[in-house]
């Protein structure tokens, strides 16, 4: 049982460039999330989906697209990467108000 | 507003020096409560939940208890393999399943 798989572990960008942050599940949970990760600052919700079709703004949002077309994926999109978006990112997924389950992080740094 | 506060950033214990962390919410309506363990270049990794006051859960040499504004984790004769940083996150009463973390506490059990 695989859980919760992101890619890539690490990318770096050139400031403007886009991208694609991919997860995928393999629990049939409904509800999944993208977390930005700071130094200092715990983990932040950038963008949620409580089902295929589905997905709303977290805390901070923008920079970042997302979309949920089946279950199983969610992948997270930056437009036009800035030095500020230099963190690493986690995807989640979780069933009902239970505990959420982590990918294993993308380093993303923008330069 | 709604926060997660944890106490103290960083610890550093001796093996077998038991100690508390401390997490501090101003959430009203708790929907639940969550510890977590991450392990450094890992994602966060499920360790507790907790949903009422007074509650307490236990695992090997980890304790987490709940009152109606904080949560301890306690660490009773920690060895070097307890070293990670410790997430607190609770549910957010209003937003499906957004969950605020805090920023964490960073433990070093040293031999």
């Known amino acids: 049982n695989a859980g919760v798989t992101q890619t890539p572990k690490f990318q770096v960008l050139k400031t403007g460039q886009s991208m694609t942050l991919q997860c995928a599940q393999d629990?049939?949970?409904?509800?999944m999330s993208w977390y930005r990760q700071d130094p200092g600052m715990g983990l932040r919700l950038i963008h949620y989906s409580v089902g295929a079709g589905i997905t709303d703004q977290g805390e901070v949002p923008n920079g970042y697209n997302v979309s949920r077309s089946t279950t199983e994926d969610f992948p997270l999109r930056l437009l036009s990467a800035a030095p500020s978006q230099t963190s690493v990112y986690f995807c989640?997924?979780?069933?009902?108000?239970?505990?959420?389950?982590f990918g294993q992080g993308t380093r993303l740094t923008v330069v | 507003e709604d926060q997660v506060t944890q106490s103290p950033e960083a610890l550093r214990l001796q093996e077998g020096e038991s100690s508390s962390l401390n997490c501090s919410y101003t959430v009203s309506g708790l929907r639940g409560l969550f510890w977590y363990r991450q392990d450094p270049g890992k994602g966060p990794e499920f360790l507790f939940t907790l949903y009422s006051a007074g509650e307490e859960k236990e695992k090997e040499r980890l304790k987490a208890t709940l009152t109606k504004k904080e949560s301890f984790l306690h660490i009773t004769a920690p060895k070097p393999e307890d070293s990670a940083t410790y997430l607190c996150a609770v549910h957010l009463p209003y937003n499906n399943n957004d969950m605020r973390f805090g920023a964490g506490t960073r433990l070093t059990v040293k031999p």
């Open positions: 989640a997924s979780t069933q009902g108000l239970g505990e959420a389950f």
């Open positions: 629990m049939n949970h409904e509800y």
